[in-house]
């Protein structure tokens, strides 16, 4: 069975602040893949990035960054000089790379709050 | 419209009407969802369709039924209703249920009273 925890329920900065939030997963499955989504107050999770398990270089978006350590089995994000507008919920996902109905299955973390004061 | 739309975006419903929620994809998707998401839970699959076929009902009880007429739309009838499945119902589509990423709608905020 897959499992994703964000062990951070809700994390409180002020603007400009960098802040980190952290995701680790578990599976059996050596081919599978991770993703960001960002929930926002009007309700619709938004994609914000796909790995695979084969590639673990970090990527770097603009102020977003993750990093992903399958020794660690984590898979963290980074927002650089946070602004108002990056609070949301930010869900981490896991979906391995099964056969049948299971492909589409996303397995989600509980979410990270994230409140940036002005 | 673009995107992923669901109506209505608040529902509020006695335990023994009937209702039903209506998401529509505007994406060209074949794949579509039905999430819950409750208060402090992790988001809940609860139904796959893949070409309008179900090809996935994640062990939801029957006083939800759901309904895949074509591939651009997707329903869920609700009847007889528990307080407890007051929650936040998303729908999401992509391109088959083989593809990496899932879009999803706004959601629709259920209470059951």
């Known amino acids: 069975a897959q499992k994703v925890t964000q062990a951070q329920t809700e994390i409180s900065v002020v603007e400009k602040e960098d802040v980190t939030l952290d995701c680790v997963y578990e599976t059996r499955d050596t081919t599978y893949y991770l993703f960001w989504y960002k929930q926002p107050p009007s309700g619709e999770l938004v994609f914000l990035i796909r790995r695979n398990s084969f590639d673990e270089q970090n990527e770097i978006s603009g102020r977003y960054s993750w990093n992903f350590q399958k020794s660690t089995s984590s898979f963290n994000f980074t927002i650089t000089a946070s602004q108002v507008v990056d609070s949301a919920v930010y869900f981490c996902?896991?979906?391995?790379?099964?056969?049948?109905?299971?492909?589409?299955?996303?397995?989600f973390g509980q979410g990270t709050i994230l409140t940036v004061h002005p | 419209e673009t995107g992923v739309t669901q109506t209505p975006r608040h529902l509020v419903m006695g335990m023994t009407n009937k209702k039903s929620l209506k998401c529509e994809q505007h994406l060209g998707h074949n794949a579509m969802y039905w999430y819950k998401q409750s208060a402090k839970k992790p988001l809940e699959l609860m139904f796959v369709y893949n070409f309008k076929e179900q090809t996935e009902n994640n062990s939801v009880p029957s006083r939800f039924s759901p309904e895949c007429p074509n591939s651009s739309h997707l329903f869920l009838h609700l009847h007889t209703l528990q307080p407890e499945d007051s929650a936040l119902y998303l729908c999401?589509?992509?391109?088959?249920?083989?593809?990496?990423?899932?879009?999803f709608g706004p959601g629709t905020r259920l209470t059951v009273t």
């Open positions: 996902a896991l979906r391995i790379n099964a056969g049948g109905t299971s492909y589409g299955k996303l397995t």
């Open positions: 999401a589509s992509s391109q088959v249920v083989q593809a990496y990423e899932q879009y």
